[in-house]
């Protein structure tokens, strides 16, 4: 994440590729990851949803 928040701060293009059920899945992820009992059906690791959802967050902050 270390990089990327670098590439943000100076503005560089960044192009991340999703596939459809990932980002459907991550939506789920969003209103239940205080629910210890997800278990996520389209990934192998819920650290994805997690590094989805930080990318989403940065680039708010850039935005703003």
């Given at each position: 994440?270390?990089?990327?928040?670098?590439?943000?701060?100076?503005?560089?293009?960044?192009?991340?590729?999703?596939q459809?059920?990932?980002?459907?899945?991550?939506?789920?992820?969003?209103?239940?990851?205080?629910?210890?009992?997800?278990?996520?059906?389209?990934?192998?690791?819920?650290?994805?949803?997690?590094?989805i959802?930080?990318?989403?967050?940065?680039?708010?902050?850039?935005?703003?």
């Open positions: 994440m270390g990089e990327l928040k670098k590439a943000i701060e100076q503005q560089k293009m960044i192009y991340v590729f999703i459809k059920d990932v980002l459907v899945e991550n939506r789920i992820y969003l209103k239940n990851k205080d629910d210890a009992h997800f278990l996520p059906t389209v990934v192998d690791d819920i650290r994805i949803y997690q590094f959802d930080d990318l989403r967050l940065s680039r708010k902050e850039a935005l703003q």
